[in-house]
C-alpha cells in the first residue's frame, strides 16, 4: 500500500512540475497586478472565473444561449475579444467561437492568447486575455469545419469572462466596422 502511495503522490508532482513549466504566457493571479486592480470591478463569481482559473457550471450561465448581434469584451480591460457572429451552439453549454474576433483598432490584436494547460493532467489549451490576464477557458479541435462556415476550432468561454454589448448599443463606427458585412 505504501508503494502504491508513493507513486501517486510522484505521479501527482510530476504533473504539477510539468504544469509549471508549460503555464508560462498570460499573467496569472498574483503576479500582475491585474487580478487586484480589478478585484472591485468584478462580482465574486466573475474574479474566480477571470482570476483563480474557475469554469462555471453549463447551461446555467448568461450568454451560453444568447442569440443576440453584439460584440463580446473581456469582462475587467473590455477590449473586444469575440463577435456574434462566430458564436455557436456546441452542445456544451458554455458560449462558443470559431474564432477571436478582429478588432477595429489594431492595439487590440490579437488579445486571445493560448497556452498549455496541464491542470487536468491531460493536456488542454487555456485562452486568457493578453490585455488583462483573464482566464477565457479552452480552446479545442472540435468546431465546425470550414465547409461548415468554422474554423474546425471552438472556443469554449466562461460567461463570467464577458461582457456583451449589443449591437444597437455600440457607438456608429463600432457599429458600421464590426456589422457592414465588409
Given at each position: 500500500?505504501?508503494?502504491?502511495?508513493?507513486?501517486?503522490?510522484?505521479?501527482?508532482?510530476?504533473?504539477?512540475?510539468?504544469?509549471?513549466?508549460?503555464?508560462?504566457?498570460?499573467?496569472?493571479?498574483?503576479?500582475?497586478g491585474f487580478a487586484?486592480?480589478?478585484?472591485?470591478?468584478?462580482?465574486?463569481?466573475?474574479?474566480?472565473?477571470?482570476y483563480e482559473h474557475?469554469?462555471?457550471?453549463?447551461?446555467?450561465?448568461?450568454?451560453?444561449?444568447?442569440?443576440?448581434?453584439?460584440?463580446?469584451?473581456?469582462?475587467a480591460s473590455e477590449?473586444?475579444?469575440?463577435?456574434?457572429?462566430?458564436?455557436?451552439?456546441?452542445?456544451?453549454?458554455?458560449?462558443?467561437?470559431?474564432?477571436?474576433?478582429?478588432?477595429?483598432?489594431?492595439?487590440?490584436?490579437?488579445?486571445?492568447?493560448?497556452?498549455?494547460?496541464?491542470?487536468?493532467?491531460?493536456?488542454?489549451?487555456?485562452?486568457?486575455?493578453?490585455?488583462?490576464?483573464?482566464?477565457?477557458?479552452?480552446?479545442?479541435?472540435?468546431?465546425?469545419?470550414?465547409?461548415?462556415?468554422?474554423?474546425?476550432?471552438?472556443?469554449?468561454?466562461?460567461?463570467?469572462?464577458?461582457?456583451?454589448?449589443?449591437?444597437?448599443?455600440?457607438?456608429?463606427?463600432?457599429?458600421?466596422?464590426?456589422?457592414?458585412?465588409?
Amino acid at each position: 500500500k505504501m508503494f502504491k502511495f508513493i507513486c501517486v503522490v510522484s505521479l501527482l508532482f510530476m504533473f504539477d512540475m510539468i504544469k509549471r513549466f508549460f503555464s508560462s504566457g498570460p499573467v496569472k493571479s498574483g503576479g500582475s497586478g491585474f487580478a487586484q486592480m480589478y478585484k472591485d470591478k468584478l462580482t465574486p463569481t466573475q474574479f474566480r472565473v477571470a482570476y483563480e482559473h474557475g469554469t462555471e457550471r453549463p447551461f446555467s450561465n448568461e450568454y451560453h444561449d444568447n442569440k443576440r448581434d453584439g460584440i463580446y469584451l473581456s469582462v475587467a480591460s473590455e477590449v473586444p475579444l469575440f463577435h456574434s457572429k462566430d458564436k455557436f451552439d456546441s452542445g456544451t453549454g458554455w458560449p462558443s467561437f470559431t474564432r477571436p474576433i478582429v478588432p477595429m483598432s489594431p492595439e487590440h490584436a490579437d488579445m486571445v492568447v493560448e497556452t498549455s494547460d496541464f491542470s487536468l493532467i491531460m493536456p488542454r489549451t487555456e485562452v486568457s486575455c493578453k490585455a488583462d490576464g483573464v482566464h477565457l477557458g479552452h480552446v479545442f479541435n472540435d468546431g465546425p469545419s470550414a465547409s461548415r462556415g468554422g474554423t474546425g476550432l471552438r472556443y469554449c468561454i466562461n460567461s463570467a469572462s464577458l461582457k456583451f454589448v449589443p449591437k444597437e448599443s455600440l457607438p456608429a463606427a463600432e457599429k458600421e466596422f464590426y456589422f457592414s458585412g465588409k
